[in-house]
């Protein structure tokens, strides 16, 4: 079901899941589950960016860091990076990151 509160500031859907970011920073799930897009969701705050691939979701938190999570079955989560640096992302089947250095 979906959440019926407000101060979202960015949602976000895959093939069977959505994702919302709030004004605080939190990210809250809804929708399918069968490859843990809502199991493995983060809990904690200090999100500014949220981006959701068919059955897996990335995050952007505001230190620069990516979070992923949900379906991994192609390796969509295997080389998400551990690195600092991020100022945008965007996910399909695979995740890509823009780093503040301008590089990809």
């Known amino acids: 079901d979906a959440p019926t509160c407000a101060g979202f500031v960015a949602i976000a859907c895959?093939?069977?899941?959505?994702?919302?970011?709030?004004?605080?920073?939190?990210?809250?799930?809804?929708?399918?589950?069968?490859?843990?897009?809502?199991?493995?969701?983060?809990?904690?705050?200090?999100?500014?960016?949220?981006?959701?691939?068919?059955?897996?979701?990335?995050?952007?938190r505001n230190?620069?860091?990516?979070?992923?999570?949900?379906?991994n079955s192609r390796g969509q989560r295997d080389d998400a990076p551990t690195c600092a640096g991020f100022v945008a992302i965007a996910c399909d089947d695979h995740d890509v990151g823009l780093r503040n250095d301008g590089t990809v």
Do not use: K
């Open 63 to 71: 230190d620069g860091t990516v979070v992923t999570w949900g379906d």
């Open 14 to 60: 895959g093939s069977h899941h959505s994702v919302g970011l709030r004004s605080d920073g939190t990210v809250v799930t809804w929708g399918s589950n069968r490859n843990d897009q809502r199991n493995d969701a983060p809990t904690s705050a200090g999100f500014v960016a949220i981006a959701c691939g068919s059955h897996h979701s990335v995050g952007l």
